[in-house]
């Protein structure tokens, strides 16, 4: 059965969580943090999205992010993939360093946006990581006072909706914050008020459900798009999971890879996993099929049979 579709439209605001593979280490030092660090920075950058909040914990990492134009799950890609690439790197380790596909709740930010920044910048002191806010730095929350230049975190919507005076919000949202000491975990903030994956009220969640329904894209699986390719390539699932390197395999895996990576609803990594395969190599095999024209027609010509139409596939 194929996954729910991501929800996505421009202005979209999701609080977004990134788990170790079994509960293991996602950070190792202070060093894997601040890689991290450029990693999000980047990514603000190369995609145009604003990150509200963030805190990186030893084994999963919280964000709240606004995207633009460029759907969440491209995004959390190339994060997710950068940083494992450093991590195997660092480490001198193969494999995967992410619990499967990051949770991701769509978030009505009127409603819920101040409390959620708080919620997230307190998750050390609530797990019993840190006595303090203060103790713990790898928050935004330290950005928020001014003690912290974190050119890539917005923290002016926020700091407004306290005040319009920058000194006065910062007072207001460090009484917030303390306010928020001994708060204990809140379901809705990880499982949503709607279908797992949105948090708002009624009204909030027929609305953007509404958006999903006026794309009219249609959602495919993994499976689909495996099968896909190999009934174009003509040869039996089995063979684009064995090893070696030999066409039209690599091809093969090549334009799936493509395809994933267009997809606003599936993960490189599942491919990888899939197919049995390092997640960075199928992620440059695609970094190079994406400029050949010939394998881009026949991407475009598996994309449009598993959307129904060309018109209603995501841009490859």
């Given at each position: 059965?194929?996954?729910?579709?991501?929800?996505?439209?421009?202005?979209?605001?999701?609080?977004?969580?990134?788990?170790?593979?079994?509960?293991?280490?996602?950070?190792?030092?202070?060093?894997?943090?601040?890689?991290?660090?450029?990693?999000?920075?980047?990514?603000?950058?190369k995609?145009?999205?604003?990150?509200?909040?963030f805190?990186?914990?030893?084994?999963?990492?919280?964000?709240?992010?606004?995207?633009?134009?460029?759907?969440?799950?491209q995004?959390?890609?190339?994060?997710?993939?950068?940083?494992?690439?450093?991590?195997?790197y660092?480490?001198?380790?193969?494999?995967?360093?992410?619990?499967?596909?990051?949770?991701?709740?769509?978030?009505?930010?009127?409603?819920?946006?101040?409390?959620?920044?708080?919620?997230?910048?307190?998750?050390?002191?609530?797990?019993?990581?840190?006595?303090?806010?203060?103790?713990?730095p790898?928050?935004?929350?330290?950005?928020?006072?001014?003690?912290?230049?974190?050119?890539?975190?917005?923290?002016?919507?926020?700091?407004?909706?306290?005040?319009?005076?920058?000194?006065?919000?910062?007072?207001?949202?460090?009484?917030?914050?303390?306010?928020?000491?001994?708060?204990?975990?809140?379901?809705?903030?990880?499982s949503?008020?709607?279908?797992?994956?949105?948090?708002?009220?009624?009204?909030?969640?027929?609305?953007?459900?509404?958006?999903?329904?006026?794309?009219?894209?249609?959602e495919?699986?993994?499976?689909?798009?495996?099968?896909?390719?190999?009934?174009?390539?003509?040869?039996?699932?089995?063979?684009?999971?064995a090893?070696?390197?030999?066409?039209?395999?690599?091809?093969?895996?090549?334009?799936?890879?493509?395809?994933?990576?267009?997809?606003?609803?599936?993960?490189?990594?599942d491919?990888?996993?899939?197919?049995?395969?390092?997640?960075?190599?199928?992620?440059?095999?695609?970094?190079?099929?994406?400029?050949?024209?010939?394998?881009?027609?026949?991407?475009?010509?598996?994309?449009?049979?598993?959307?129904?139409?060309?018109?209603?596939?995501?841009?490859?």
């Amino acid at each position: 059965m194929a996954r729910k579709l991501r929800i996505h439209f421009p202005d979209a605001v999701y609080h977004v969580i990134l788990r170790g593979n079994a509960g293991e280490p996602i950070f190792f030092d202070d060093r894997d943090r601040y890689r991290f660090y450029l990693i999000l920075h980047y990514a603000v950058e190369k995609f145009h999205c604003r990150i509200y909040a963030f805190c990186l914990m030893r084994n999963h990492i919280h964000l709240v992010m606004q995207v633009g134009e460029i759907p969440l799950s491209q995004i959390m890609q190339n994060i997710s993939l950068r940083f494992t690439k450093w991590i195997n790197y660092s480490q001198s380790r193969t494999g995967h360093l992410f619990q499967g596909r990051y949770k991701a709740l769509l978030v009505d930010a009127d409603a819920y946006l101040l409390e959620l920044v708080r919620y997230v910048h307190l998750n050390p002191v609530r797990a019993g990581a840190a006595v303090s806010l203060e103790e713990f730095p790898w928050t935004g929350h330290r950005g928020y006072l001014g003690k912290e230049l974190i050119p890539w975190l917005a923290t002016d919507f926020v700091l407004l909706m306290l005040s319009s005076n920058i000194g006065q919000a910062r007072m207001a949202y460090e009484a917030f914050m303390h306010d928020g000491i001994g708060e204990e975990r809140r379901g809705e903030f990880h499982s949503g008020t709607c279908e797992g994956r949105i948090l708002g009220n009624d009204s909030f969640a027929e609305e953007v459900l509404l958006r999903v329904d006026q794309r009219g894209e249609r959602e495919y699986s993994l499976d689909e798009v495996v099968s896909m390719v190999c009934a174009h390539f003509q040869i039996p699932d089995e063979k684009l999971k064995a090893p070696g390197k030999v066409r039209p395999m690599t091809e093969a895996r090549a334009v799936a890879a493509v395809i994933v990576q267009a997809s606003p609803h599936l993960l490189l990594t599942d491919l990888a996993k899939q197919l049995g395969r390092d997640v960075s190599a199928l992620g440059k095999a695609a970094q190079r099929a994406a400029k050949d024209e010939r394998i881009l027609k026949i991407v475009k010509g598996i994309t449009a049979k598993l959307c129904g139409s060309a018109d209603e596939c995501p841009k490859v």
